[in-house]
């Protein structure tokens, strides 16, 4: 197998998937950057399903990044001006924050197994089988906790529309 090759067509997806753990895309790159240095250097000989294996440890990785980063720092709106960008608008900022908030808090009602399945599938793009085979669960348990998952957050993000 050309590891290069492999890697070169996984890496989007994987980007998506540490993405999605992390909420940020370039800390995502890092760590995808950092999963597949280290696949790399252990070899993956022996790896039964390679694809599998990587969406993991990325999504391990995302997450050990995400539980030991401390506090950000807001965007210094002066900075963007100095830099020669535009700010947008109060209304756009507050209604994408509202928004992102929402379904972040909706996700978060999420019991976990729910909650990383519907990660992986639509935040990775990972197909159910390829969860399962992650999860070392079956693709139909995967289809399962996905479907039971949209369900919750149709009925969260209705609640929050009404407010």
């Known amino acids: 197998m050309d590891f290069d090759h492999w890697a070169e067509g996984i890496r989007p997806k994987l980007v998506k998937l540490a993405t999605a753990q992390s909420g940020d895309e370039h800390e995502a790159e890092d760590v995808v950057q950092e999963t597949l240095t280290a696949l790399w250097r252990r070899g993956p000989e022996g790896i039964e399903n390679l694809d599998a294996y990587a ?39 507050i209604e994408d924050q509202l928004r992102q908030n929402d379904i972040a808090n909706a996700l978060a009602q999420l019991p976990e197994a729910q909650r990383t399945v519907v990660q992986m599938h639509y935040y990775g793009d990972l197909s159910f089988k390829e969860i399962g085979s ?30």
């Open 55 to 93: 969406a993991r440890a990325v999504w391990q990785n995302a997450a050990q990044r995400r539980s030991r980063r401390k506090n950000f720092l807001p965007i210094d709106s002066e900075l963007l001006r100095d830099a020669g960008f535009d700010e947008p608008t109060a209304k756009e900022t």
């Open 134 to 163: 992650a999860l070392s669960i079956s693709m139909n348990t995967a289809a399962s906790r996905c479907r039971y998952a949209l369900n919750q957050l149709r009925h969260a993000l209705s609640a929050y529309s009404k407010e």
